[in-house]
């Protein structure tokens, strides 16, 4: 077995051996392997492998891996990064899934690109659980009025809300705001119950606080060194 493929089967393991725990199953969680940094052959040797969910977080890298890896039919590509405005519609010729909505005028142009095209786009609600605005997302006591704007929207799907816990304290707290914010929406649109929350270095935390899609990048690919 590869370096690569024992890693990944070993993340699959902590998830499986994690959700049994804490009584969920597996057929909840969605995993997303965090491909950035990394070339367009590790995406093919993972999609070898049966991994289809993929994540980016920069459109400059990630538009030309997409199109490289446009052969593999059953690939979906999750964008979870901080997007300009004047990037949504490069992001939207690959994207399926937008983690990172996190204002207002990315919510008017991804809207209106995606109406231009007649397309829906499955979306989370970023939230900024720090105190520095600098770092995307929205309050979390800013939830309900941003998620009507979003419900408004007839090309979008609201799917739940992402959050990134801080490194400077115990990952709980963030994971506890996080489920607590999912909780409020559930109340607007019984629809929106996902959770994008977890990556490396947390995951199993994220999973005992009901996170459904899982973004994970090095503990899978390795360093990066693209
Ligand atoms: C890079 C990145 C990840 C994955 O980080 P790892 O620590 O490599 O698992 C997850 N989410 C976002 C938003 C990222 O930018």
């Known amino acids: 077995m590869s370096a690569l493929a024992e890693r990944y089967a070993e993340v699959q393991q ?97 809207s209106k690109q995606t109406q231009r095209l007649e397309r829906k786009l499955d979306v989370f609600i970023q939230l900024n659980l720090t105190d520095d605005p600098g770092r995307g997302g929205i309050r979390p006591s800013d939830l309900e009025i941003f998620a009507q704007n979003v419900l408004e929207q007839r090309n979008l799907i609201l799917r739940g809300v992402m959050g990134v816990a801080a490194l400077d304290r115990d990952p709980k707290w963030d994971f506890e705001t996080i489920l607590e914010a999912s909780m409020r929406l559930r109340e607007l649109d019984s629809g929106a119950t996902a959770i994008s929350a977890g990556m490396s270095h947390d995951f199993e935390v994220a999973l005992e606080f009901g996170a459904t899609h899982l973004r994970i990048g090095t503990a899978i690919t390795g360093n990066r060194n693209l």
Request: glycine residues 4%.
């Open 14 to 110: 902590r998830i499986d051996s994690k959700l049994r725990t804490v009584g969920r199953s597996r057929s909840e969680v969605t995993l997303v392997v965090i491909s950035k940094n990394h070339p367009s052959d590790l995406v093919r040797d993972l999609y070898a492998l049966g991994q289809t969910d993929f994540g980016e977080n920069r459109d400059q890298e990630a538009a030309p891996k997409a199109a490289s890896v446009a052969d593999l039919t059953r690939a979906r590509w999750h964008f979870v990064g901080q997007l300009q405005t004047n990037k949504v519609k490069s992001v939207l010729n690959y994207a399926d899934v937008l983690h990172s909505l996190d204002r207002d005028s990315l919510l008017d142009e991804v």
